[in-house]
């Protein structure tokens, strides 16, 4: 049994049933990864779908619409349990999507293959003191959000948060510039706003982890808006692929979600410290050697 899709690009696909489910299971692990770590999870689906055959620009593209259900399902998830704090998510977003464009638009100037290693660097810094540093992050609630000790109100949010402790409300330029930095980032060197807007939530904005991750997957389900729709200009989309991984992402950003809802804070940023350091080996040797 077979699968002919006709993507725009004009491309013939032949799918086995053995590489729809391993389309559909390539979903399911980028939607863990999302909903966990409040990134988009295209360095999976991106790779993914090209080693099943896709081309390159129609592996690129079709990752995107991908993206947004599951930023869309972590994000319920997080915001039943109170953990998204709306202001920063869709300010950094909002602001994210504007400078990722101006991102895309000056690789034409910059060298992202230099660029790329140094964020490497950057992601690998931020890695190791979320692993090492236990101070540097604001003290948060530990376990499930339905303990019955009583909800307080989220700063700067909408929704509840179990026993939250008192936040200081973030100033919309600190918000509006880490989601600008993110962006201009994501769209410069085609990697996604999440991993690095948590980063800088925890590390700049002493945004507690939970809270980070949470809103971080609403910043990217906005950021990857623009892109899908210049992406389905240029006829990069092949939504039989996209479909397929909708498929898994979807229920596995609600996997991942309930993951981080679930653990600790501090396994949490143990977990996400640990996903940056392999992140930034990952990007930093492909980068070195590609130079």
Same mark, same amino acid.
């Given at each position: 049994?077979?699968?002919?899709?006709?993507?725009?690009?004009?491309?013939?696909?032949?799918?086995?049933?053995?590489?729809? /489910?391993? !389309?559909? @299971?390539?979903?399911? %692990? &980028?939607?863990?990864?999302?909903?966990?770590?409040?990134? #988009?999870?295209? +360095? *999976?689906?991106?790779?993914?779908?090209?080693?099943?055959?896709?081309?390159?620009?129609?592996?690129?593209?079709?990752?995107?619409?991908?993206?947004?259900?599951?930023?869309?399902?972590?994000?319920?998830?997080?915001?039943?349990?109170?953990?998204?704090?709306?202001?920063?998510?869709?300010?950094?977003?909002?602001?994210?999507?504007?400078?990722?464009?101006?991102?895309?638009?000056?690789?034409?100037?910059?060298?992202?293959?230099?660029?790329?290693?140094?964020?490497?660097?950057?992601?690998?810094?931020?890695?190791?003191?979320?692993?090492?540093?236990?101070?540097?992050?604001?003290?948060?609630?530990?376990?499930?959000?339905?303990?019955?000790?009583?909800? /307080?109100? !989220?700063? @700067?949010?909408?929704? %509840? &948060?179990?026993?939250?402790?008192?936040?200081?409300?973030? #100033?919309?330029? +600190? *918000?509006?510039?880490?989601?600008?930095?993110?962006?201009?980032?994501?769209?410069?060197?085609?990697?996604?706003?999440?991993?690095?807007?948590?980063?800088?939530?925890?590390?700049?904005?002493?945004?507690?982890?939970?809270?980070?991750?949470?809103?971080?997957?609403?910043?990217?389900?906005?950021?990857?808006?623009?892109?899908?729709?210049?992406?389905?200009?240029?006829?990069?989309?092949?939504?039989?692929?996209?479909?397929?991984?909708?498929?898994?992402?979807?229920?596995?950003?609600?996997?991942?979600?309930?993951?981080?809802?679930?653990?600790?804070?501090?396994?949490?940023?143990?977990?996400?410290?640990?996903?940056?350091?392999?992140?930034?080996?990952?990007?930093? !040797?492909?980068?070195?050697?590609?130079?």
């Amino acid at each position: 049994m077979s699968l002919t899709a006709y993507p725009v690009t004009g491309e013939d696909v032949h799918m086995s049933v053995l590489t729809i /489910l391993g !389309v559909v @299971g390539i979903g399911v %692990l &980028a939607g863990v990864l999302s909903g966990m770590f409040g990134v #988009g999870g295209a +360095a *999976i689906t991106t790779p993914g779908i090209r080693a099943m055959g896709a081309s390159a620009p129609t592996a690129l593209g079709t990752t995107i619409p991908a993206i947004i259900p599951g930023a869309v399902t972590g994000s319920i998830r997080y915001a039943r349990a109170g953990l998204v704090d709306w202001r920063l998510g869709l300010g950094a977003g909002a602001s994210g999507a504007v400078f990722a464009a101006l991102g895309a638009w000056s690789t034409k100037w910059i060298d992202a293959h230099v660029l790329m290693v140094v964020t490497a660097c950057l992601l690998a810094f931020s890695g190791v003191r979320m692993l090492r540093d236990p101070t540097s992050e604001p003290a948060e609630p530990e376990g499930d959000a339905n303990d019955a000790s009583g909800p /307080l109100p !989220v700063s @700067g949010g909408v929704g %509840l &948060a179990t026993r939250a402790p008192a936040r200081v409300r973030i #100033g919309l330029p +600190a *918000i509006l510039a880490s989601g600008a930095a993110a962006g201009t980032l994501a769209g410069l060197l085609g990697v996604g706003g999440g991993i690095l807007m948590v980063p800088a939530f925890v590390t700049v904005l002493r945004v507690p982890v939970k809270t980070a991750v949470a809103s971080s997957l609403v910043a990217v389900g906005i950021l990857a808006l623009p892109a899908l729709v210049v992406h389905a200009a240029l006829g990069h989309i092949d939504w039989v692929w996209a479909v397929l991984l909708m498929l898994g992402t979807v229920p596995g950003a609600s996997i991942g979600s309930r993951i981080t809802i679930g653990a600790r804070a501090g396994t949490v940023r143990r977990m996400f410290g640990g996903f940056l350091a392999v992140v930034a080996v990952v990007y930093g !040797v492909s980068e070195l050697l590609a130079i």
